[in-house]
């Protein structure tokens, strides 16, 4: 299991956001995080890759890639997230490199040190994102997708286990975000799982998944209210 979390509470500076959580990721799953702004959405993931601290007092347990993140040192924390791709809504790319020179910054400082290699992973996720012509140009000559989906490349870098992403279509047009949601689904076909919050609830249907819900103060799995489970198995045995 990927991330075990039970009965864990989440709370930020002081304030609990959210109670009794249980929540489970397996390997290539794809997980949807829905609900309300200030439901907590957010909170859990940065939970995910310690940006917020839980306590031994308040969960029962906390396991993300075989850590305990309730007994994880500071100093640990790094060589956590270098297994994990991090999608943020704002991009955070470098504004001042190129695409490709933001892709060669996150292996520089994951540790990669041959150049070949790296010019060879590089080319790959921009490949797979559709966006290797575009290595050379700067972030700002870029449209929002165009970002979106440097920003995915860069996720995938690292062959992460996990990918999570906070609302990577937020600022999207329907179709850009139909087609950002498509390549985040097709990273689970090699057994990286996948969760991401989002309000775009039609997208559900589209790429059908398993479903949670932040709802006052409780994380709930409603996967059965948009009968994703049904219709993925369906489309499996077609």
């Not at 306590?55 to 993140?69: I, M, S």
């Not at 040190?113 to 992973?121: A, F, I, S």
């Amino acid at each position: 299991m990927l991330i075990d979390y039970q009965q864990a509470t989440i709370y930020q500076q002081d304030k609990q956001i959210l109670a009794d959580v249980d929540f489970h990721v397996e390997n290539g799953e794809f997980i949807y995080i829905v609900g309300k702004v200030g439901s907590g959405k957010s909170s859990l993931l940065k939970t995910l890759y310690c940006e917020l601290d839980l306590y031994a007092e308040d969960c029962n347990k906390a396991e993300v890639l075989g850590r305990n993140l309730l007994t994880l040192k500071r100093k640990d924390i790094p060589a956590l997230r270098k297994e994990m791709g991090i999608i943020f809504q704002d991009f955070q790319l470098l504004h001042e490199r190129s695409v490709a020179q933001n892709l060669r910054f996150v292996l520089q400082a994951t540790g990669w040190k041959n150049k070949k290699d790296m010019e060879q992973r590089i080319n790959e996720v921009l490949e797979n994102v559709g966006m290797l012509e575009k290595k050379d140009c700067m972030p700002h000559e870029l449209s929002g997708g165009e970002q979106q989906r440097v920003v995915i490349a860069r996720a995938l870098l690292n062959h992460p286990q996990i990918i999570i992403a906070d609302e990577p279509t937020g600022n999207l047009d329907p179709e850009t975000a139909t087609e950002i949601v498509k390549l985040l689904r097709e990273a689970t076909q090699t057994g990286t799982a996948v969760v991401m919050t989002t309000h775009n609830i039609p997208m559900l249907d589209k790429f059908p998944g398993i479903v949670y819900r932040c709802k006052d103060g409780k994380l709930n799995d409603v996967t059965k209210e948009y009968n994703h489970i049904e219709l993925f198995e369906e489309e499996d045995e077609a």
